[in-house]
């Protein structure tokens, strides 16, 4: 099947000559018409990063100006990068299209004026960026990454939160699960259905560092799963159990929300029914350092 472009010339030709109806003419005209709005991409320049200025590339894609091609450099793009229908981009046009969208929800239209690129184009060069960084590098958050957790980095992580008034002085990070609704799918919506929230969702556990990184991340799963059936599906207490240790050979842990079983490597809020003032300040202690988690999940 030809374009739409294609097939309404042919039903031009095909009306002129008589080989169909006016009503058939009609009604298979409008069928091949696209129902997405058009919008005037090509009045718009290419884009071009040193025609931005400093204060525009921060504010759009939260990166300072000379700090893109570093990033670029960083993630090893490809100088060029092509679509699965052809279309090419440049590693830092594609790189700021992915930014863009990253840094404050749009749509693709809101990103035309910028790049001067159609929305079917836009929307192919965001996922062949998303696509082949994930590729290249999810193992650094989808597995035990050594760089940024060796036993004196875990130390300092703890030493870190230890200073902030934690009960706990050899905790290095936070645990915590997201639900992220979804539109309810037709078929299985029991599975993602979760019933704490009472919406269809996918659920992602992230492990964070006290200073905003994410160092572990696992997901999607099915809405309904338990943040502790979640944990022993990442695999991160083997990982925890392998690694989780100061410079000196000492238990370095983690520590989550009473949903999480107790373990060496994990800790807990205390949750007996009559808890004692140590208890209490320690909840208290642990409850309020651990809101970086939250930040970086948002209100979910």
């Known amino acids: 099947m030809g374009s739409f472009k294609e097939n309404r010339k042919m039903l031009m030709l095909s009306f002129q000559n008589n080989w169909i109806t006016e009503g058939e003419f009609v009604l298979l005209y409008e069928a091949n018409c696209s129902k997405n709005l058009i919008f005037p991409h090509a009045e718009y320049d290419r884009f071009n990063l040193q025609d931005m200025d400093e204060t525009e590339c921060l504010r759009e894609f939260r990166v300072r100006k000379l700090d893109v091609p570093r990033l670029a450099d960083a993630l090893g793009l490809p100088e060029t990068l092509s679509c699965p229908q052809r279309t090419k981009t440049g590693r830092i046009e594609g790189l700021c299209i992915l930014l863009k969208r990253l840094a404050y929800p749009c749509r693709y239209s809101d ?23 994930y590729q290249h590098h999810h193992d650094k958050i989808t597995q035990w990454n050594d760089n940024l957790l060796n036993s004196n980095a875990l130390q300092l992580y703890a030493d870190a939160i230890t200073q902030t008034g934690a009960a706990l002085t050899n905790c290095f990070g936070f645990v915590d699960g997201t639900v992220r609704p979804i539109c309810r799918p037709g078929e299985n919506q029991r599975i993602v259905y ?4 009472r919406v269809h969702a996918l659920k992602f556990q992230s492990l964070t ?30 990982e925890l159990e392998q690694h989780a240790f100061s410079p000196t050979g000492n238990t370095i842990c ?14 807990a809020p205390f949750r007996n029914r009559a808890l004692t003032p140590q208890m209490e300040a ?14 970086i999940f948002g209100d979910s």
Do not use: C
């Open 209 to 238: 560092l006290p200073n905003g990184i994410i160092a572990h991340l696992f997901g999607p799963v099915e809405g309904k799963k338990h943040d502790s059936a979640m944990l022993t599906d990442s695999g991160l207490l083997e």
């Open 194 to 197: 979760n019933g704490h929230k």
């Open 282 to 295: 320690f909840n208290k202690s642990m409850s309020s350092v651990r809101t970086s988690v939250e930040w």
């Open 254 to 267: 983690i520590y989550g929300d009473p949903a999480y079983p107790l373990r060496i490597h994990l800790q």
């Open 111 to 133: 990103l035309i004026h910028r790049f001067g690129r159609a929305v079917p184009e836009l929307s192919m060069i965001y996922n062949t960026m998303e696509d082949w960084i």
